[in-house]
């Protein structure tokens, strides 16, 4: 199985701070990678798939990068609904996922 | 609005079989490409996938788990069904049911329900 390591695990930031997450496959999955948001108590959200491509409704704030071994979940400008726990998922091999980073307010 | 919500028991006894139905609205699984997944996560784990049914009754599973599960389309056109044989504690997890967005991208997700394996 792919394995998908996400750092840090927990990410304090203040609101309108940028929050950088960083997930990485243990083979190249080329851009073959999504990002969720999930809060509690609630269904995950797909934020970015392929790497960089935005979901539908995406705030722009928003964006994905990488390729390969090493990708990055970027949110430029931290509004209050962002806190969450996020996680990426390859799917070129099955699909598996990450541990998740909880992004939490400072 | 594509909504899906999970149903089933929330303690099931270890050996016994579990059976949890997605009853999903906002998209028919008789149109083509569409698919439903099924997906849960242990306490403190991380997500796993576990199957998929496509609209044409084409079904994939999880090559690790693919000897327990079988998925279905339900007697109601709006259901997906999920059975898992020989349950045991470490199944313990929340359950999850998902729209298809493309290949095993999930865009809209259930909030899943918690099934406890225990005696």
């Known amino acids: 199985d792919i394995v998908l390591t996400q750092s840090p695990a927990t990410l304090s930031l203040s609101p309108g701070e940028r929050a950088t997450l960083s997930c990485r496959a243990s083979?190249?999955?080329?851009?073959?990678l999504a990002w969720y948001q999930h809060k509690p108590g609630q269904a995950p959200r797909l934020l970015v798939y392929?790497?960089?491509k935005r979901a539908p409704g995406l705030p722009a704030r928003f964006s994905g990068s990488g390729s390969g071994t090493d990708f990055t979940l970027t949110i430029s400008s931290l509004q209050p609904e962002d806190f969450a726990v996020y996680y990426c998922?390859?799917?070129?091999?099955?699909?598996?996922f990450g541990q998740g980073t909880k992004l939490e307010i400072k | 609005q594509i909504t899906l919500k999970e149903s089933g028991p929330t303690v099931i006894k270890p050996t016994q079989t579990l059976t949890l139905t997605c009853t999903f609205s906002?998209?028919?699984?008789?149109?083509?490409?569409?698919?439903v997944a099924w997906l849960r996560q242990p306490p403190g784990k991380a997500l796993e996938w576990l199957s998929l049914?496509?609209?044409?009754?084409?079904?994939l599973y999880s090559p690790s788990l693919k000897s327990r599960l079988t998925i279905t389309k339900g007697t109601s056109k709006d259901q997906v069904v999920l059975t898992m044989t020989n349950m045991d504690p470490v199944d313990t997890a929340t359950y999850y049911c998902?729209?298809?967005?493309?290949?095993?991208?999930?865009?809209?997700w259930g909030q899943g329900t918690l099934v406890t394996v225990s005696s």
């Open positions: 998902a729209h298809r967005f493309d290949d095993l991208i999930f865009d809209h």
């Open positions: 906002g998209f028919s699984l008789s149109t083509s490409g569409v698919g």
């Open positions: 049914i496509y609209w044409d009754d084409d079904k």
């Open positions: 083979q190249s999955i080329g851009t073959y």
């Open positions: 392929d790497a960089t």
């Open positions: 998922q390859q799917r070129s091999s099955w699909t598996t």
